[in-house]
């Protein structure tokens, strides 16, 4: 087995952990569901906004489900670019985004501006107040 090393970047949070990466199912790929164009996992995370081209800047709105309600509620969304081995902030403003009440059927959300690096198989991390939540595999080509 012939897996190159992730090099973290510096400034990523410091409970991400190389393993994360290394777990990474690339077979389980976000599907869409509900009605309301939400792409992710069902019932766990997703994403409205995913399916328009990314490698510009664009808005997208994150749904999670199964966490406790409260104002304090932090997303860290971690990219990881699987043909580079690299590591990226997509968020335009950094790792962490705060996540408001319930919306289309989630525990909470959170809208954003994200900026994808490059094309290709991204498996986006998400982790919730420091601890691993779930990752969401995209293809993104535009």
Same mark, same amino acid.
């Given at each position: 087995?012939?897996?190159? $090393?992730?090099?973290?970047?510096? +400034?990523?949070?410091?409970?991400?952990?190389?393993?994360?990466?290394?777990?990474?199912?690339?077979?389980?790929? $976000? &599907?869409?569901?509900? +009605?309301?164009?939400?792409?992710?996992? %069902?019932?766990? %995370?997703?994403?409205?906004?995913? +399916?328009?081209?990314?490698?510009?800047?664009?808005?997208?709105? @994150?749904?999670?489900?199964?966490?406790?309600?409260?104002?304090?509620?932090?997303?860290?969304? &971690?990219?990881?670019?699987?043909? %580079?081995?690299?590591?990226? *902030?997509?968020? &335009?403003?950094? @790792?962490?985004?705060?996540?408001?009440?319930?919306?289309?059927? $989630?525990?909470?959300? $959170? *809208?954003?501006? &994200?900026?994808? *690096?490059? *094309?290709? +198989? @991204?498996?986006? #991390?998400?982790?919730?107040?420091? %601890?691993?939540?779930?990752? #969401?595999?995209?293809?993104?080509?535009?």
């Amino acid at each position: 087995m012939n897996e190159k $090393a992730v090099a973290l970047p510096d +400034d990523l949070p410091d409970f991400v952990q190389e393993s994360d990466f290394k777990s990474i199912d690339w077979d389980k790929k $976000a &599907v869409e569901f509900g +009605d309301r164009g939400i792409i992710g996992n %069902s019932n766990k %995370s997703g994403v409205i906004g995913v +399916d328009m081209p990314s490698l510009n800047t664009q808005k997208w709105m @994150w749904h999670v489900w199964g966490i406790e309600e409260g104002r304090d509620n932090q997303l860290t969304i &971690v990219g990881y670019h699987k043909d %580079s081995n690299t590591i990226h *902030p997509i968020l &335009v403003n950094g @790792w962490n985004i705060g996540l408001s009440g319930s919306v289309n059927g $989630a525990d909470a959300h $959170a *809208p954003s501006n &994200v900026k994808i *690096p490059k *094309p290709g +198989d @991204w498996a986006i #991390l998400l982790y919730t107040n420091g %601890s691993y939540f779930d990752t #969401l595999i995209y293809d993104i080509t535009e």
